[in-house]
């Protein structure tokens, strides 16, 4: 019984370099989303998806991209890293809106 | 500007006591509430919620309360363990479950 899995658990970039952060989940959800955790700021959304091919933004955008190809992926893209990204990311999951979400164990990132 | 406040960083509680955690909210339109609790280098678990149409939800040893008219909600844990011990997280969504998060309170539970 998996859950959310997220991959990698850790990454350090450089400034200017682009990757994905991996979300899956295996509890047929149509609810996914996007959280980064930073000191004294407590979770907030990036971007979120309702269903297979329908994403949103949320609190948090900006430098960052979605797609939900899958019910059972949601990637989150950083196109060109900046040290302000540097954060712990947390990819949730639940049946529906309204329905507590499930949290993965989430990518600590760190960008020099 | 913060729309749901956790005013206390960190809670020290005996074992067996009472443990008490607030969160004030600013948006009378939140109709829906939740507590996460989070250990380190792990997600956030679901603790338990309340809707705006009650003022009280039970969970074994654990009992939020929500006043509505003062925007606020509490976590009441008893007795407390020290397996309670996590950094603890309200959060607020409606139907879009767009979830805002308080910036949490560390509690310790003290053997």
């Known amino acids: 019984n998996a859950g959310v899995t997220q991959t990698p658990k850790f990454q350090v970039l450089k400034t200017g370099q682009s990757m994905t952060l991996q979300c899956a989940q295996d509890m047929n959800h149509e609810y996914m989303s996007w959280y980064r955790q930073d000191p004294g700021m407590g979770l907030r959304l990036i971007h979120y998806?309702?269903?297979?091919?329908?994403?949103d933004q949320g609190e948090v955008p900006n430098g960052y991209n979605v797609s939900r190809s899958t019910t059972e992926d949601f990637p989150l893209r950083l196109l060109s890293a900046a040290p302000s990204q540097t954060s712990v990311y947390f990819c949730?999951?639940?049946?529906?809106?309204?329905?507590?979400?499930?949290f993965g164990d989430g990518t600590r990132l760190s960008i020099l | 500007d913060q729309q749901v406040k956790q005013n206390s960083p960190s809670l020290s509680v005996q074992e067996g006591r009472i443990s008490i955690l607030n969160c004030d909210y600013t948006n009378s339109m939140f109709d829906y509430f939740l507590w996460y609790k989070k250990y380190p280098a792990e997600g956030p678990t679901f603790l338990i919620s309340?809707?705006?149409?009650?003022d009280k939800n039970e969970d074994g040893r654990f009992t939020v309360f929500l006043n509505k008219s003062a925007k606020h909600l509490s976590l009441h844990i008893v007795p407390s363990q020290p397996g309670d011990s996590a950094v603890y997280f309200c959060a607020t969504g409606g139907a879009t479950n767009k979830l805002i998060f308080g910036t949490g309170t560390l509690l310790a539970v003290q053997p």
């Open positions: 309340i809707s705006s149409i009650k």
């Open positions: 998806s309702v269903g297979a091919g329908i994403t």
């Open positions: 949730a999951s639940s049946y529906s809106p309204g329905q507590p979400q499930h």
